[in-house]
């Protein structure tokens, strides 16, 4: 059973920054892409930014320029810089891990933005 657990999340106003990180207890999901999707009140979960084992990245284009994507694969984390907050990124975040069998997603950590 692959574990997902999210942190960091909160209430921020914008224009202001918030780090997001997420820790995966199966170290052998290191190979795999990683990522972060988020769901917004009455919308669709979408991706965020996801990024592969040779970090090549994928982000929405709401959020190029703003938010960042890294992983650190002895660790087993993905974390996601958010900067320059807009109301519209509020949303539950969650972390997201490609394995050999499917998907897996953290249970969600909620961002606001607001001021």
């Known amino acids: 059973q692959v574990h997902l657990v999210e942190s960091g999340g909160g209430l921020v106003q914008p224009g202001e920054s918030l780090r997001l990180s997420c820790s995966v207890s199966?170290?052998?999901?290191?190979?795999?892409?990683k990522g972060w999707y988020r769901q917004g009140p009455g919308k669709q979960r979408e991706l965020v930014a996801t990024?592969?084992?040779?970090?090549?990245?994928k982000y929405a284009d709401s959020v190029k320029g703003r938010f960042a994507i890294s992983r650190d694969n002895s660790a087993n984390t993905v974390d996601l810089q958010m900067n320059n907050v807009r109301p519209e990124d509020t949303a539950v975040y969650y972390c997201?891990?490609?394995?050999?069998?499917?998907?897996?997603w953290g249970q969600g950590i909620q961002v606001t933005v607001s001021s």
């Open positions: 997201y891990q490609l394995t050999p069998v499917g998907e897996r």
């Open positions: 199966d170290m052998t999901l290191n190979l795999y892409t």
């Open positions: 990024m592969t084992i040779d970090e090549r990245t």
